[in-house]
């Protein structure tokens, strides 16, 4: 049964359809894993077992009679706690949502229930998604299964932690300054932050359920997963319009893929700006960009592009932010808040023009996630050691990420090494807008050198 529950979504969802294993042994074997391991954990925090039990075995009889609900029939997955799931519980860890419960799916949890999937529950996210690490006031810490000690990150910190100690196979996730890349990094698993735009975000928290969509930039909706294949699969299924969110437009789902890792080219950087990474950071991305020369690709380091300033990156990413979320800047009068968010976002078109154009040359840029693996638990605003020197908390944290919510590219994290104190180092595949696909294909060929996924000592 430990076997069965690192199967990939994939996997099972052939292993099931193939009639290998019932979607009821496989519903059963996460559910044993979760009572096994989730108390210690507490990556999932509302658990729909006698539903999805139920669920199975529908998907079964269906199956013995020659009916098949799509490519995830009866494939279990768990849904980030900021994602409406009609009928259960949905709280973005939140007080006065405690008790709230959706009439209608987030646009991605119906695609992803209309593909045969069966929704085991809902996982664990720091209030309305604002923090790099899952606490929650509701549910209380989620811990990170290669040490409790340390942080799963956040927002998406209790899909991730979920992903890694075999409690789901899919996490439905969200990413609006790194929230689907940093837990992924720091549990050693697989995500993706797709194109922004490419994703409908229809029902996720925040905005809060009934009020007017001011979210318009910086969001994204992804999948966490352990393999690429299954971020791809995820991807097909609840990327396209939404008559609902008229910005969501169609992207050309071509590929045409190279046939080997040499055939692509590869630029990458160790960091950017002043927060410096880690020196095993530092090692293992000159680790990757060494293994890939070594068999004949083409490689370049560019720590900055041209016309890259992180720190003007960095506060035109905030101006956005803190207008889009309604985050009160008392020392400024509204008009000049509205002045600062119009500035902004000419700052973000000129710096996605500068982006594009730096990635016309380059199939992918490779990027480390963070600057430094999984840190132990503290409060929001403790600083950060880097090698020996203190960093701002929310500077240090997003230092790698937010830049490509602000631009809008798609990003994948790869789980690729440890530190020296066992903690997994990912690594940040970064393409040109609109090239999920193709960077998908890519990263899957990655995963010849960066390696797979690999499980936390215990589980």
Not at 242 to 271: C, F, H, M
Not at 430 to 449: F, H, M, N, Y
């Amino acid at each position: 049964m430990n076997d069965l529950v690192y199967l990939t979504a994939h996997q099972l969802a052939k292993a099931i359809r193939i009639r290998q294993v019932s979607s009821t042994e496989v519903i059963e074997a996460y559910l044993s894993q979760i009572a096994q391991y989730n108390p210690a954990l507490n990556a999932i925090v509302t658990l729909d077992a006698e539903n999805a039990i139920a669920q199975s075995k529908v998907a079964d009889r269906a199956l013995a009679q020659g009916e098949n609900w799509g490519p995830l029939h009866g494939v279990p997955v768990t849904i980030k706690d900021t994602l409406e799931t009609k009928g259960l519980g949905t709280t973005s860890s939140y007080q006065p949502l405690a008790n709230y419960v959706p009439k209608q799916d987030a646009t991605v949890v119906a695609r992803l229930r209309a593909a045969g999937a069966i929704i085991l529950g809902k996982t664990n996210t720091p209030q309305l998604a604002g923090n790099f690490q899952t606490n929650s006031p509701l549910f209380g810490r989620t811990n990170n299964p290669w040490n409790h000690e340390y942080t799963p990150g956040g927002s998406t910190g209790g899909g991730a932690s979920a992903i890694a100690a075999g409690l789901s196979p899919l996490e439905l996730g969200s990413d609006i300054g790194g929230s689907i890349r940093v837990p992924s990094h720091f549990c050693g698993i697989f995500g993706l932050k797709p194109t922004q735009n490419r994703v409908s975000t229809f029902g996720h928290i925040p905005e809060l359920p009934g009020t007017p969509k001011t979210i318009h930039h910086l969001q994204t909706i992804g999948p966490l997963a352990r393999s690429v294949e299954d971020l791809r699969l995820c991807l097909s299924l609840i990327q396209d319009p939404d008559p609902r969110q008229p910005e969501v437009i169609p992207i050309s789902k071509q590929v045409n893929p190279a046939t080997t890792l040499q055939s692509y080219r590869y630029a990458w950087t160790e960091g950017f700006g002043e927060i410096p990474a880690t020196a095993q950071t530092k090692a293992a991305l000159e680790k990757l960009a060494s293994s890939l020369t070594d068999i004949g690709c083409c490689v370049e380091q560019h720590n900055e592009p041209p016309n890259f300033d992180s720190n003007a990156v960095r506060e035109t990413y905030f101006n956005i932010y803190k207008f889009e979320l309604g985050l009160s800047q008392p020392n400024l009068t509204q008009i000049q808040q509205q002045q600062r968010y119009v500035t902004a976002l000419i700052e973000r078109d000129i710096l996605i023009a500068n982006i594009e154009s730096f990635l016309s040359n380059w199939d992918v840029w490779l990027c480390p996630v963070v600057p430094v693996p999984a840190f132990t638990h503290r409060q929001p605003g403790e600083p950060i050691e880097v090698e020996g020197r203190e960093f701002s908390y929310w500077t240090t944290i997003g230092a790698y990420v937010t830049i490509f919510n602000l631009t809008g590219n798609p990003a994948v994290v790869l789980p690729f090494t440890q530190s020296k104190e066992g903690l997994p180092i990912g690594v940040q595949v970064v393409g040109r807008r609109g090239s999920d696909l193709k960077l998908l294909e890519i990263a899957e060929k990655l995963t010849q050198v960066t390696g797979f996924f690999q499980r936390p000592p215990g589980y």
